[in-house]
T-cell receptor, first 112, second 112 residues
Framework: RKEVEQDPGPFNVPEGATVAFNCTYSNSASQSFFWYRQDCRKEPKLLMSVYSSGNEDGRFTAQLNRASQYISLLIRDSKLSDSATYLCVVNPPGSSASKIIFGSGTRLSIRP | NAGVTQTPKFQVLKTGQSMTLQCAQDMNHNSMYWYRQDPGMGLRLIYYSASEGTTDKGEVPNGYNVSRLNKREFSLRLESAAPSQTSVYFC???????????FGEGSRLTVL
């Protein structure tokens, strides 16, 4: 089993729809979690952190389920500009950026 | 603008040629990283430098060398390029103890 797994997609949804995707991780002792966004042929950029209590930023909600070892990202009222690849990032015990593990990404395409 | 700057943005090499990817950050970050990104593989850490004067191997160090020239600069060298090193290379940096790297724009390398 990969340490961090994501459904590669693509998820193809109409503008205005709600879309959600998950990311599973194998190390139950992992300490922190993040979502990055990567536009086509661009660098990954931090989208949001994922806290145990959940985290909401506008139309984006990130949640953590420790019991089932997954994090999720929900996008409401999706916009064309949300089209991108979303990378799940897991930080195993040790809290060092050198140890973080990136998922392969979930590709999201919003259609008009 | 403040951030991580990589050069060159694009490079084509022949098998066996050598080259150096340059990276500089102006955010006074202690830690710097080199990743490669391949389709379906996610971001994989090649080398990192936790602080000036130190470097450590990441997940895929074979075929690469690095130099942390000073706090700002971290270079990646391919001594004898191979087609398997065709990839997009990202330099990143983060403050000490902060597990969320900030990425440069990437360098696309093709080895023929």
């Amino acid at each position: 089993r990969k340490e961090v797994e994501q459904d590669p997609g693509p998820f193809n949804v109409p503008e205005g729809a709600t879309v959600a995707f998950n990311c599973t991780y194998s190390n139950s002792a992992s300490q922190s979690f993040f979502w990055y966004r990567q536009d086509c042929r661009k660098e990954p950029k931090l989208l949001m952190s994922v806290y145990s209590s959940g985290n909401e930023d506008g139309r984006f909600t990130a949640q953590l389920n420790r019991a089932s070892q997954y994090i999720s990202l929900l996008i409401r009222d999706s916009k064309l500009s949300d089209s991108a690849t979303y990378l799940c990032v897991v930080n195993p015990p040790g809290s060092s950026a050198s140890k973080i593990i990136f998922g392969s990404g979930t590709r999201l395409s919003i259609r008009p | 603008n403040a951030g991580v700057t990589q050069t060159p943005k694009f490079q084509v090499l022949k098998t066996g040629q050598s080259m150096t990817l340059q990276c500089a950050q102006d955010m006074n970050h202690n830690s710097m990283y080199w990743y490669r990104q391949d389709p379906g593989m996610g971001l994989r850490l090649i080398y990192y430098s936790a602080s000036e004067g130190t470097t450590d191997k990441g997940e895929v160090p074979n075929g690469y060398n690095v130099s942390r020239l000073n706090k700002r600069e971290f270079s990646l060298r391919l001594e004898s390029a191979a087609p398997s090193q065709t990839s997009v290379y990202f330099c990143a940096s983060s403050p000490h103890g902060h597990p969320v790297p900030l990425f440069g724009e990437g360098s696309r390398l093709t080895v023929l």
